[in-house]
């Protein structure tokens, strides 16, 4: 047996796991004991010792992954997160080579090799950096982010830590593939692309797209410097054909090059222009820091997040792995209504969740929804437990191939069939905390007298909180954010977000319907005009934040 050496610590305020894991500057990581303390956390409540399920012969115990998006800082603590594994009794850790895993690559190899969870390094669409962030998240077996009913253990265990475990061990080899031991552990470097890519290819028809690509189909993927790279150049040129040099930004770098790696028409700018321009290939995409965002543009048509949802999930039965079984589909409160209409038409449930992957878990579980997105660019489905980028770009693929249409084509004729959600995000960054929550306590004041009120040619029929119960495990979640619903059937919806690192992020979504018979090609600023003058009054943005426009509109 290896000594195991016990660390004495105290506490640290406000490691509370938010949307997608803890998240927080390098600097703050960097303190003593920080990161070594929420890791201890997450053991002392998982508890790997007791674990059974690996069934390898050859070890009785827990396995635990572990990934990261390459980040600056990533491979510190993965080194030591290893040491603490193997002096936390975990029986095996998988670990990416280099310390890289996309986020869905990860929950994939949780599934595939039986672990009891794993511990993914990413600050996602957050800039890298020495002065910038950094976030560590658990996912449970089933491959996605844990419940919150296990955060709120992890945080609670973070407010009473006192001691953490480690062994006496150098760093191990991250870069060459092959199994060390440390202290009576095993830890196994595998390469990240390949289960993946052989994952992608028993989903979707390879054949169709390389037949596309053979008759001239063409695309560019910036994998924005970060994580996707690799399994981009990987599947898109390797396996599917597409030119040398499809990929761009194809090296995971640990600052992503300086920019934020985040697929947006504000980050991904050149990729926006490159595909309003003369020269669009015909399709262009991108992913974000981690892997699990997507954006998707076709040649002069740009499709919204909560719009592609309800296009993939309206084709997604031509898709090989999907044929005959779309059960159902779930989205994030936020995100447009546009796959509800969808559901409706074919006769398939939708679930509307807190804003968060954590929350679809359950449904992919119990079999109840195929496909689950997010107005923020996140699409996936029971292929993993985790949003997945370019899943969604090689599911468009599949079905701009395999029925030979354009995106613009494609998204005419959907809105044709179920009409247009308007949709926009606008988000408010960086605003003082206080102020912020001030906003947000007095709509929460206002919500009961806002019906009946009216906000130039909207009325107001209803205001709430949203709060969710999980139809599986009847677990509820609160203040989810304020919704505020109209006569006409638009809304605003005002959250703060719970993914960043500095002060508070007021996020305010925009949507308005119009039917098959109404303006289905119009400008979307125009459209939502009345909405974003509603969302100003109702809640009083500038006063309470001195902002006069948002940051950020996606
Ligand atoms: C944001 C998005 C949310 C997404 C989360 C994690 O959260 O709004 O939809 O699930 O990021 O995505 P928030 O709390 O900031 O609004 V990722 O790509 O950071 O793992
Ligand atoms: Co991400």
């Not at 970060?226 to 030119?243: C, D, H, K, Q, S």
């Not at 409706?344 to 968060?356: K, V």
């Not at 007021?506 to 119009?522: F, H, K, N």
Request: net charge negative; proline share 5%.
């Amino acid at each position: 047996m290896t000594d195991i050496v016990t660390v004495p610590t105290t506490p640290f305020e406000g490691q509370a796991p938010g949307t997608s894991g803890l998240r927080k500057k390098v600097r703050v990581f960097q303190q003593a004991n920080y990161a070594e303390n929420f890791i201890q956390s997450v053991f002392d409540v998982v508890k790997p010792q007791s674990d059974s399920r690996s069934s390898n012969a050859e070890s009785h115990g827990a396995a635990l992954v572990i990934g990261g998006d390459g980040r600056f800082h990533n491979r510190t603590v993965i080194q030591q997160a290893i040491r603490m594994a193997a002096a936390n009794g975990y029986a095996r850790v998988i670990v990416g080579q280099g310390g890289i895993l996309s986020t869905p690559a990860a929950s994939n190899v949780i599934r595939k090799y039986g672990a009891s969870g794993g511990l993914i390094l990413s600050a996602s669409h957050n800039p890298g950096g020495p002065e910038e962030d950094l976030g560590i998240k658990y996912n449970i077996a089933n491959g996605g982010p844990a419940p919150e009913s296990v955060t709120g253990a992890i945080l609670a265990r973070t407010k009473e830590i006192d001691l953490w475990l480690t062994v006496d061990a150098d760093d191990i080899d991250l870069d060459t593939p092959g199994e060390v031991t440390v202290g009576d552990m095993i830890v196994q470097v595998i390469d990240p692309v390949a289960d993946y890519a052989d994952l992608m290819e028993d989903l979707f028809d390879f054949d169709a797209i390389r037949k596309a690509v053979g008759s001239g189909f063409a695309m560019r993927f910036d994998a924005m410097s970060a994580v996707t790279g690799p399994y981009a150049v990987e599947i898109l040129e390797n396996r599917l054909g597409f030119a040398a040099g499809t990929v761009i930004n194809g090296t995971p770098l640990e600052d992503f090059g300086g920019h934020h790696p985040d697929p947006n028409l504000i980050h991904a700018k050149d990729l926006y222009d490159l595909m309003m321009g003369p020269d669009a290939p015909d399709l262009g995409a991108a992913s974000d820091g981690d892997g699990d965002r997507n954006l998707i543009i076709g040649r002069g048509r740009f499709v919204t997040p909560s719009d592609s949802l309800a296009m993939l999930a309206a084709n997604i039965e031509i898709a090989p792995a999907y044929r005959g079984r779309l059960s159902g589909i779930a989205r994030s409160m936020p995100t447009s209504a546009a796959a509800d209409r969808v559901a409706e038409a074919l006769g398939i449930p939708c679930f509307e969740t807190p804003t968060g992957w954590k929350f679809f878990g359950t449904l992919l579980d119990a079999g109840m929804v195929t496909i689950c997105g997010e107005e923020s660019a996140g699409t996936g489905s029971d292929h993993v437990r985790e949003k997945d980028g370019l899943w969604a770009v090689l599911l468009w693929l599949n079905i701009l191939a395999a029925r030979d249409i354009s995106v613009d084509q494609l998204a005419r004729t959907h809105w044709a069939r179920f009409g247009r959600n308007y949709y926009a995000r606008h988000d408010y960054e960086a605003v003082d905390s206080q102020a912020a929550a001030g906003l947000m306590a007095e709509l929460n004041g206002a919500l009961a007298a806002l019906p009946g009120q009216q906000f130039g040619p909207l009325t107001v029929a209803h205001a709430d909180s949203f709060a969710y119960t999980d139809p599986v495990d009847q677990s509820v979640s609160e203040n989810q954010g304020i919704r505020v619903l109209f006569e006409d059937g638009s809304r605003v919806v005002f959250r703060l977000s719970g993914t960043g690192t500095q002060g508070a992020t007021l996020r305010v979504y925009l949507e308005r319907y119009e039917p098959v018979s109404g303006q289905l090609d119009a400008d979307t600023g125009t459209m939502l005009e009345p909405q974003i003058a509603a969302a100003q009054a109702i809640a009083g943005i500038a006063r309470h934040t001195g902002r006069s426009a948002p940051d950020v509109v996606t």
